[in-house]
Protein backbone atom coordinates (compact mmCIF):
# COMPACT_ATOMS: atom_id res chain seq x y z
CA UNK A 1 0.00 0.00 0.00
CA UNK A 2 1.48 3.80 -0.93
CA UNK A 3 2.08 6.17 1.49
CA UNK A 4 -0.67 9.48 0.80
CA UNK A 5 -0.02 13.34 2.09
CA UNK A 6 -3.23 13.95 2.83
CA UNK A 7 -2.05 17.68 1.81
CA UNK A 8 -0.80 16.50 -1.81
CA UNK A 9 -4.05 14.41 -3.39
CA UNK A 10 -6.32 15.26 -5.70
CA UNK A 11 -9.09 13.02 -5.28
CA UNK A 12 -10.56 11.91 -1.91
CA UNK A 13 -13.10 8.78 -1.95
CA UNK A 14 -15.25 8.50 1.52
CA UNK A 15 -16.52 4.74 1.91
CA UNK A 16 -19.62 5.76 4.24
CA UNK A 17 -19.66 9.46 3.52
CA UNK A 18 -22.92 9.57 4.93
CA UNK A 19 -21.71 9.27 8.80
CA UNK A 20 -21.79 12.53 11.18
CA UNK A 21 -18.26 12.39 11.16
CA UNK A 22 -17.33 11.53 7.16
CA UNK A 23 -19.13 14.09 6.40
CA UNK A 24 -17.68 16.85 7.72
CA UNK A 25 -14.33 15.54 6.50
CA UNK A 26 -15.79 15.37 2.69
CA UNK A 27 -17.11 19.33 2.87
CA UNK A 28 -13.12 20.00 4.52
CA UNK A 29 -11.82 18.49 1.29
CA UNK A 30 -14.13 20.16 -0.82
CA UNK A 31 -13.62 23.39 0.58
CA UNK A 32 -10.28 22.53 0.10
CA UNK A 33 -10.28 22.10 -3.64
CA UNK A 34 -10.12 18.28 -4.06
CA UNK A 35 -12.50 16.52 -5.96
CA UNK A 36 -14.48 14.43 -3.42
CA UNK A 37 -16.79 11.52 -3.98
CA UNK A 38 -18.22 8.78 -2.07
CA UNK A 39 -20.64 5.77 -1.39
CA UNK A 40 -22.71 5.45 1.29
CA UNK A 41 -25.56 2.44 1.54
CA UNK A 42 -28.73 4.81 1.93
CA UNK A 43 -29.65 8.22 0.95
CA UNK A 44 -30.34 10.40 3.99
CA UNK A 45 -30.63 13.95 4.54
CA UNK A 46 -27.12 14.70 5.30
CA UNK A 47 -25.98 12.81 1.42
CA UNK A 48 -28.84 15.24 -0.17
CA UNK A 49 -26.94 17.93 1.50
CA UNK A 50 -23.67 16.82 0.46
CA UNK A 51 -24.71 16.52 -3.37
CA UNK A 52 -26.10 19.68 -3.58
CA UNK A 53 -22.75 21.21 -2.32
CA UNK A 54 -21.65 19.44 -5.49
CA UNK A 55 -20.28 15.71 -4.04
CA UNK A 56 -21.28 12.80 -6.35
CA UNK A 57 -22.36 9.95 -4.14
CA UNK A 58 -24.03 6.26 -5.41
CA UNK A 59 -25.56 3.57 -3.07
CA UNK A 60 -24.80 0.39 -4.15
CA UNK A 61 -21.40 -1.37 -2.81
CA UNK A 62 -20.80 -2.42 -6.66
CA UNK A 63 -16.97 -1.85 -8.18
CA UNK A 64 -18.57 -0.39 -11.10
CA UNK A 65 -20.33 1.98 -9.52
CA UNK A 66 -17.10 3.18 -8.44
CA UNK A 67 -16.06 6.40 -10.99
CA UNK A 68 -14.01 6.48 -13.74
CA UNK A 69 -12.18 9.32 -12.54
CA UNK A 70 -10.25 7.41 -9.71
CA UNK A 71 -9.17 4.56 -12.06
CA UNK A 72 -7.99 7.27 -14.82
CA UNK A 73 -5.95 8.98 -11.52
CA UNK A 74 -2.44 8.21 -10.75
CA UNK A 75 -2.68 5.69 -7.55
CA UNK A 76 -0.44 8.27 -5.33
CA UNK A 77 -3.00 11.00 -6.20
CA UNK A 78 -6.05 9.31 -4.83
CA UNK A 79 -6.86 9.14 -0.58
CA UNK A 80 -9.60 6.46 -0.13
CA UNK A 81 -11.35 7.40 3.47
CA UNK A 82 -13.36 4.78 5.31
CA UNK A 83 -15.57 4.41 8.37
CA UNK A 84 -15.21 1.46 10.38
CA UNK A 85 -18.97 0.59 10.24
CA UNK A 86 -18.13 -0.43 6.73
CA UNK A 87 -18.15 -4.23 6.61
CA UNK A 88 -15.06 -6.01 6.19
CA UNK A 89 -16.78 -7.99 2.99
CA UNK A 90 -17.23 -4.37 1.35
CA UNK A 91 -17.09 -5.15 -2.36
CA UNK A 92 -15.47 -1.54 -3.10
CA UNK A 93 -13.46 -1.67 0.26
CA UNK A 94 -12.06 -4.92 -0.90
CA UNK A 95 -11.18 -3.69 -4.64
CA UNK A 96 -9.42 -0.27 -3.36
CA UNK A 97 -7.35 -2.64 -0.90
CA UNK A 98 -6.90 -5.38 -3.63
CA UNK A 99 -5.57 -2.66 -6.21
CA UNK A 100 -2.69 -1.09 -3.64
CA UNK A 101 -4.75 2.32 -2.79
CA UNK A 102 -4.28 4.23 -0.21
CA UNK A 103 -6.38 3.37 2.90
CA UNK A 104 -7.25 5.75 5.98
CA UNK A 105 -9.75 5.65 8.82
CA UNK A 106 -11.40 8.84 9.36
CA UNK A 107 -9.45 9.15 12.49
CA UNK A 108 -6.18 8.89 10.86
CA UNK A 109 -6.78 11.58 8.66
CA UNK A 110 -8.24 13.57 11.30
CA UNK A 111 -4.96 12.98 13.37
CA UNK A 112 -3.27 14.14 10.84
CA UNK A 113 -5.09 17.42 9.65
CA UNK A 114 -4.67 18.35 13.42
CA UNK A 115 -1.23 17.62 13.94
CA UNK A 116 0.17 20.83 13.54
CA UNK A 117 -2.69 22.92 15.45
CA UNK A 118 -3.96 23.87 18.46
CA UNK A 119 -6.78 21.34 18.98
CA UNK A 120 -9.17 20.62 21.73
CA UNK A 121 -10.56 17.48 22.02
CA UNK A 122 -13.83 16.45 23.64
CA UNK A 123 -14.34 12.74 24.32
CA UNK A 124 -17.09 11.10 26.58
CA UNK A 125 -19.34 8.15 25.93
CA UNK A 126 -22.15 11.38 26.01
CA UNK A 127 -21.94 14.76 25.85
CA UNK A 128 -19.05 15.62 23.37
CA UNK A 129 -21.15 16.75 20.84
CA UNK A 130 -23.05 19.24 22.64
CA UNK A 131 -19.77 20.22 24.97
CA UNK A 132 -17.39 20.71 21.40
CA UNK A 133 -20.31 22.19 19.58
CA UNK A 134 -20.48 24.70 22.32
CA UNK A 135 -17.15 25.44 22.28
CA UNK A 136 -16.60 25.61 18.62
CA UNK A 137 -19.46 28.64 18.72
CA UNK A 138 -18.32 30.39 21.80
CA UNK A 139 -14.67 31.22 20.25
CA UNK A 140 -16.49 31.52 16.59
CA UNK A 141 -19.15 34.01 18.39
CA UNK A 142 -15.95 36.08 20.75
CA UNK A 143 -14.08 36.42 17.28
CA UNK A 144 -11.08 34.22 18.46
CA UNK A 145 -12.46 31.75 15.45
CA UNK A 146 -11.52 28.63 15.23
CA UNK A 147 -11.83 25.15 12.37
CA UNK A 148 -14.26 22.59 13.55
CA UNK A 149 -15.17 19.27 13.34
CA UNK A 150 -18.25 17.94 15.35
CA UNK A 151 -20.21 15.24 15.56
CA UNK A 152 -23.54 16.65 15.01
CA UNK A 153 -25.20 19.56 13.02
CA UNK A 154 -24.84 23.10 14.86
CA UNK A 155 -28.28 24.86 14.36
CA UNK A 156 -26.43 27.92 14.63
CA UNK A 157 -24.41 27.26 11.15
CA UNK A 158 -26.39 24.92 10.18
CA UNK A 159 -23.40 22.44 9.35
CA UNK A 160 -20.54 20.03 11.19
CA UNK A 161 -18.03 21.72 9.84
CA UNK A 162 -16.34 25.43 10.44
CA UNK A 163 -13.57 26.77 8.55
CA UNK A 164 -11.42 29.62 9.26
CA UNK A 165 -8.49 30.07 7.58
CA UNK A 166 -7.51 33.16 9.83
CA UNK A 167 -7.08 30.29 13.26
CA UNK A 168 -4.82 27.94 13.98
CA UNK A 169 -7.56 26.55 16.53
CA UNK A 170 -9.16 23.55 15.88
CA UNK A 171 -12.28 21.82 18.13
CA UNK A 172 -12.73 18.55 17.21
CA UNK A 173 -15.25 15.52 18.87
CA UNK A 174 -12.95 12.51 19.75
CA UNK A 175 -15.23 9.38 18.85
CA UNK A 176 -14.07 6.53 21.46
CA UNK A 177 -15.42 3.93 18.94
CA UNK A 178 -12.81 1.73 17.60
CA UNK A 179 -10.47 3.72 19.67
CA UNK A 180 -10.00 6.69 16.88
CA UNK A 181 -9.81 9.05 19.64
CA UNK A 182 -6.10 7.78 20.03
CA UNK A 183 -4.93 9.17 17.04
CA UNK A 184 -5.25 12.84 18.49
CA UNK A 185 -2.22 14.63 20.11
CA UNK A 186 -4.50 17.60 21.60
CA UNK A 187 -3.45 20.86 23.29
CA UNK A 188 -6.44 20.84 25.11
CA UNK A 189 -8.93 17.82 26.30
CA UNK A 190 -12.02 17.39 27.45
CA UNK A 191 -13.59 14.15 28.87
CA UNK A 192 -17.36 14.43 29.99
CA UNK A 193 -17.75 10.80 30.57
CA UNK A 194 -16.14 7.23 30.71
CA UNK A 195 -19.78 4.85 31.19
CA UNK A 196 -18.97 1.56 29.60
CA UNK A 197 -20.28 1.67 25.92
CA UNK A 198 -19.28 0.10 22.91
CA UNK A 199 -18.60 -4.05 24.42
CA UNK A 200 -18.87 -5.16 21.32
CA UNK A 201 -15.27 -2.83 20.51
CA UNK A 202 -13.61 -2.92 24.02
CA UNK A 203 -15.40 -6.47 25.75
CA UNK A 204 -15.69 -4.36 29.15
CA UNK A 205 -16.19 -1.31 30.92
CA UNK A 206 -12.60 -2.11 32.23
CA UNK A 207 -10.88 -1.54 28.96
CA UNK A 208 -13.31 1.42 27.82
CA UNK A 209 -11.80 2.97 30.73
CA UNK A 210 -8.39 2.22 29.95
CA UNK A 211 -9.28 3.53 26.59
CA UNK A 212 -9.84 7.08 27.94
CA UNK A 213 -6.77 7.33 30.09
CA UNK A 214 -5.14 5.93 26.96
CA UNK A 215 -6.63 8.82 25.50
CA UNK A 216 -5.84 11.34 28.60
CA UNK A 217 -2.38 10.53 28.12
CA UNK A 218 -2.11 11.54 23.89
CA UNK A 219 -2.64 15.60 25.39
CA UNK A 220 0.67 17.19 24.50
CA UNK A 221 3.50 18.56 26.98
CA UNK A 222 2.06 21.39 28.66
CA UNK A 223 -1.96 21.01 27.96
CA UNK A 224 -4.47 21.19 30.31
CA UNK A 225 -6.94 18.24 30.11
CA UNK A 226 -10.69 19.16 31.38
CA UNK A 227 -11.99 16.45 33.31
CA UNK A 228 -15.76 15.84 35.17
CA UNK A 229 -15.38 15.77 38.70
CA UNK A 230 -15.63 11.81 39.98
CA UNK A 231 -14.32 9.84 37.00
CA UNK A 232 -12.19 7.02 37.49
CA UNK A 233 -9.01 9.02 35.67
CA UNK A 234 -5.71 7.94 36.46
CA UNK A 235 -3.72 10.98 37.05
CA UNK A 236 -0.27 9.53 38.14
CA UNK A 237 0.93 9.36 34.43
CA UNK A 238 -0.79 13.11 34.13
CA UNK A 239 1.68 14.63 37.00
CA UNK A 240 4.13 15.73 34.66
CA UNK A 241 2.71 15.64 31.37
CA UNK A 242 -0.36 18.30 32.04
CA UNK A 243 -2.79 20.27 33.87
CA UNK A 244 -5.52 18.53 35.27
CA UNK A 245 -8.78 21.12 35.88
CA UNK A 246 -12.16 19.26 37.42
CA UNK A 247 -15.86 20.34 36.47
CA UNK A 248 -19.01 19.68 37.41
CA UNK A 249 -22.40 21.36 38.45
CA UNK A 250 -23.07 20.37 42.16
CA UNK A 251 -19.89 19.91 43.87
CA UNK A 252 -16.57 21.59 45.15
CA UNK A 253 -14.84 20.95 41.71
CA UNK A 254 -11.96 24.08 40.17
CA UNK A 255 -15.15 24.83 38.02
CA UNK A 256 -18.62 24.67 38.73
CA UNK A 257 -22.36 26.22 38.61
CA UNK A 258 -24.13 27.72 41.15
CA UNK A 259 -27.26 29.26 41.57
CA UNK A 260 -29.09 27.11 39.13
CA UNK A 261 -32.56 28.29 38.19
CA UNK A 262 -35.43 27.73 35.08
CA UNK A 263 -37.11 30.41 33.93
CA UNK A 264 -39.37 30.31 30.65
CA UNK A 265 -37.35 26.79 29.64
CA UNK A 266 -34.10 28.70 29.85
CA UNK A 267 -31.45 27.67 32.33
CA UNK A 268 -29.61 30.43 34.40
CA UNK A 269 -26.23 29.83 36.09
CA UNK A 270 -23.72 31.36 38.15
CA UNK A 271 -20.16 29.76 36.64
CA UNK A 272 -17.35 29.91 39.25
CA UNK A 273 -13.62 28.98 38.97
CA UNK A 274 -10.83 29.28 40.92
CA UNK A 275 -10.27 32.85 40.31
CA UNK A 276 -13.57 34.35 39.20
CA UNK A 277 -17.37 34.40 39.22
CA UNK A 278 -19.33 35.15 36.54
CA UNK A 279 -23.20 35.90 37.27
CA UNK A 280 -26.62 35.23 35.83
CA UNK A 281 -25.27 33.41 32.79
CA UNK A 282 -27.99 32.37 30.22
CA UNK A 283 -27.55 29.01 28.51
CA UNK A 284 -29.63 29.21 25.21
CA UNK A 285 -30.45 25.48 25.46
CA UNK A 286 -32.69 23.33 27.85
CA UNK A 287 -31.17 20.93 30.29
CA UNK A 288 -29.24 20.51 33.55
CA UNK A 289 -27.00 17.90 31.80
CA UNK A 290 -26.40 20.59 29.35
CA UNK A 291 -25.54 23.28 31.91
CA UNK A 292 -22.63 20.61 32.68
CA UNK A 293 -21.50 20.71 29.58
CA UNK A 294 -21.78 24.65 29.60
CA UNK A 295 -19.66 24.59 32.57
CA UNK A 296 -16.76 23.02 30.75
CA UNK A 297 -17.06 24.95 27.36
CA UNK A 298 -17.09 27.94 29.49
CA UNK A 299 -13.92 26.76 31.27
CA UNK A 300 -12.05 25.95 28.49
CA UNK A 301 -13.18 29.32 26.23
CA UNK A 302 -12.07 31.39 28.98
CA UNK A 303 -8.65 29.56 28.96
CA UNK A 304 -8.47 30.47 25.12
CA UNK A 305 -8.46 34.21 26.02
CA UNK A 306 -12.50 34.64 25.60
CA UNK A 307 -13.47 37.46 27.84
CA UNK A 308 -15.88 37.06 30.41
CA UNK A 309 -18.87 39.43 28.75
CA UNK A 310 -18.47 37.62 25.06
CA UNK A 311 -18.90 34.02 27.07
CA UNK A 312 -22.24 35.85 28.32
CA UNK A 313 -23.59 36.78 24.74
CA UNK A 314 -22.17 33.56 23.08
CA UNK A 315 -23.87 31.42 25.62
CA UNK A 316 -27.35 32.91 25.65
CA UNK A 317 -26.28 32.80 21.35
CA UNK A 318 -26.57 29.09 21.41
CA UNK A 319 -29.17 27.42 19.22
CA UNK A 320 -28.10 24.03 20.29
CA UNK A 321 -26.96 20.78 17.87
CA UNK A 322 -29.65 18.88 15.67
CA UNK A 323 -31.08 16.17 17.72
CA UNK A 324 -29.90 17.41 21.10
CA UNK A 325 -32.47 18.18 22.89
CA UNK A 326 -34.30 19.75 20.20
CA UNK A 327 -38.26 21.14 20.97
CA UNK A 328 -40.12 21.09 17.46
CA UNK A 329 -43.36 21.79 18.50
CA UNK A 330 -44.40 23.94 21.71
CA UNK A 331 -47.97 25.34 22.08
CA UNK A 332 -50.54 25.41 24.40
CA UNK A 333 -51.37 21.73 24.15
CA UNK A 334 -48.53 19.80 23.59
CA UNK A 335 -44.18 20.23 23.29
CA UNK A 336 -42.42 17.63 21.25
CA UNK A 337 -38.54 17.47 21.66
CA UNK A 338 -36.42 14.94 19.98
CA UNK A 339 -33.14 13.68 21.29
CA UNK A 340 -30.06 11.67 20.26
CA UNK A 341 -29.94 9.49 23.72
CA UNK A 342 -28.98 5.92 22.72
CA UNK A 343 -27.04 4.89 26.02
CA UNK A 344 -28.83 4.71 29.37
CA UNK A 345 -27.53 7.77 30.93
CA UNK A 346 -28.43 10.05 28.23
CA UNK A 347 -32.10 8.80 28.44
CA UNK A 348 -31.82 9.23 32.20
CA UNK A 349 -30.83 12.79 31.73
CA UNK A 350 -33.03 13.79 29.06
CA UNK A 351 -35.82 12.52 30.77
CA UNK A 352 -34.94 14.11 34.32
CA UNK A 353 -34.60 17.71 32.74
CA UNK A 354 -37.67 17.46 30.48
CA UNK A 355 -39.79 16.36 33.63
CA UNK A 356 -38.05 19.87 35.12
CA UNK A 357 -39.00 21.73 32.35
CA UNK A 358 -42.81 20.66 32.65
CA UNK A 359 -44.00 19.93 36.21
CA UNK A 360 -46.73 18.28 36.68
CA UNK A 361 -47.30 17.14 32.94
CA UNK A 362 -47.39 13.99 31.45
CA UNK A 363 -44.09 12.80 29.54
CA UNK A 364 -44.85 9.96 26.68
CA UNK A 365 -41.44 8.79 25.51
CA UNK A 366 -40.70 6.91 22.44
CA UNK A 367 -37.49 4.90 22.21
CA UNK A 368 -35.80 3.39 19.16
CA UNK A 369 -32.99 1.30 20.90
CA UNK A 370 -30.13 1.15 18.58
CA UNK A 371 -27.99 -1.83 17.92
CA UNK A 372 -28.27 -5.47 19.51
CA UNK A 373 -25.44 -5.57 21.46
CA UNK A 374 -25.95 -2.34 23.06
CA UNK A 375 -29.48 -3.63 23.87
CA UNK A 376 -28.21 -6.69 25.16
CA UNK A 377 -25.38 -5.27 27.38
CA UNK A 378 -27.68 -2.86 29.15
CA UNK A 379 -31.03 -3.82 28.97
CA UNK A 380 -31.56 -3.35 32.97
CA UNK A 381 -30.15 0.12 32.91
CA UNK A 382 -32.42 0.99 29.79
CA UNK A 383 -35.41 -0.37 31.34
CA UNK A 384 -34.83 1.29 34.51
CA UNK A 385 -34.02 5.02 32.59
CA UNK A 386 -37.42 4.20 30.56
CA UNK A 387 -38.85 3.43 34.23
CA UNK A 388 -38.73 7.75 34.53
CA UNK A 389 -41.21 8.19 31.85
CA UNK A 390 -44.76 8.34 32.60
CA UNK A 391 -45.70 6.44 29.22
CA UNK A 392 -43.39 4.43 27.43
CA UNK A 393 -43.46 3.42 23.04
CA UNK A 394 -40.85 1.06 22.27
CA UNK A 395 -39.96 0.68 18.62
CA UNK A 396 -37.80 -2.56 16.89
CA UNK A 397 -34.06 -2.79 17.63
CA UNK A 398 -32.42 -0.27 15.02
CA UNK A 399 -29.50 -2.73 13.39
CA UNK A 400 -26.71 -0.02 12.27
CA UNK A 401 -24.16 -2.24 11.24
CA UNK A 402 -25.30 -5.74 12.85
CA UNK A 403 -26.67 -8.85 12.44
CA UNK A 404 -29.68 -9.87 14.55
CA UNK A 405 -28.52 -12.05 17.60
CA UNK A 406 -31.19 -14.74 19.34
CA UNK A 407 -33.82 -13.40 21.45
CA UNK A 408 -32.63 -9.77 22.06
CA UNK A 409 -35.55 -7.70 21.05
CA UNK A 410 -37.61 -5.20 21.65
CA UNK A 411 -39.94 -7.03 23.64
CA UNK A 412 -37.44 -8.42 25.72
CA UNK A 413 -36.72 -4.53 26.76
CA UNK A 414 -40.04 -4.14 27.11
CA UNK A 415 -40.75 -7.63 29.52
CA UNK A 416 -37.49 -5.74 31.29
CA UNK A 417 -39.46 -2.25 32.11
CA UNK A 418 -41.47 -2.14 35.45
CA UNK A 419 -43.87 1.02 34.41
CA UNK A 420 -47.15 -0.52 32.99
CA UNK A 421 -47.80 2.19 30.72
CA UNK A 422 -45.64 0.59 28.14
CA UNK A 423 -46.54 -0.83 24.57
CA UNK A 424 -44.19 -1.78 21.46
CA UNK A 425 -45.28 -0.54 17.97
CA UNK A 426 -44.22 -0.74 14.67
CA UNK A 427 -42.33 2.15 13.47
CA UNK A 428 -44.83 2.38 10.53
CA UNK A 429 -47.79 2.45 13.38
CA UNK A 430 -46.46 5.06 15.53
CA UNK A 431 -48.19 7.94 13.69
CA UNK A 432 -51.40 6.69 14.39
CA UNK A 433 -50.60 5.84 18.06
CA UNK A 434 -48.86 9.16 18.86
CA UNK A 435 -52.19 10.81 16.89
CA UNK A 436 -54.55 8.75 19.36
CA UNK A 437 -52.91 9.18 22.56
CA UNK A 438 -52.31 13.38 21.67
CA UNK A 439 -49.71 13.68 24.44
CA UNK A 440 -49.24 16.48 26.53
CA UNK A 441 -44.97 15.98 26.28
CA UNK A 442 -43.14 13.87 23.65
CA UNK A 443 -40.04 13.07 23.39
CA UNK A 444 -38.48 10.63 20.31
CA UNK A 445 -35.57 9.20 21.75
CA UNK A 446 -32.68 7.18 19.77
CA UNK A 447 -29.71 7.31 17.13
CA UNK A 448 -30.92 4.99 14.56
CA UNK A 449 -33.20 6.53 11.99
CA UNK A 450 -36.24 7.86 14.21
CA UNK A 451 -35.51 11.22 12.75
CA UNK A 452 -37.23 10.22 9.78
CA UNK A 453 -40.60 10.51 11.59
CA UNK A 454 -39.73 14.29 13.20
CA UNK A 455 -41.70 16.20 10.63
CA UNK A 456 -44.40 13.37 10.16
CA UNK A 457 -45.16 13.88 14.12
CA UNK A 458 -44.07 17.46 13.67
CA UNK A 459 -47.34 17.26 11.54
CA UNK A 460 -49.44 15.18 13.97
CA UNK A 461 -49.30 17.39 16.35
CA UNK A 462 -49.39 20.35 15.51
Wanted: proline residues 4%.
Amino acid sequence: MQKVSIDSVGVVYFLGIGGIGMSALARYFHLKGKTVLGYDRTPTALTTELEMEGIPIHFDDNVLEIPQLIRLTPKEDVLVVYTPAIPANSNELKWFTDNGFSLKKRSEVLGAITQHTTTIAVAGTHGKTTTSTLIAHILTHSGIGCNAFLGGISSNYSTNLLLDDTSNIVVVEADEFDRSFLTLHPSRSVITSMDADHLDIYGSEEYVRTGFNLFAQRIREGGILFCKQGLPLDREPLKTLCRVMTYTINDSADFRARDISVENGYYFFTFQSPDQKIENLCLGMPGRHNVENAVVACAVALEMGVKPEQLSRALASFKGVKRRFETHVHNEKTVYIDDYAHHPEELKACIQSVKELFPGKIVTGVFQPHLFTRTRDFADSFARSLDLLDEIILLPIYAARELPIAVIDSQMLLNKILNPHKKLVEKSELLSEVKKRRPEVLITLGAGDIDTLTEPLKKTLE
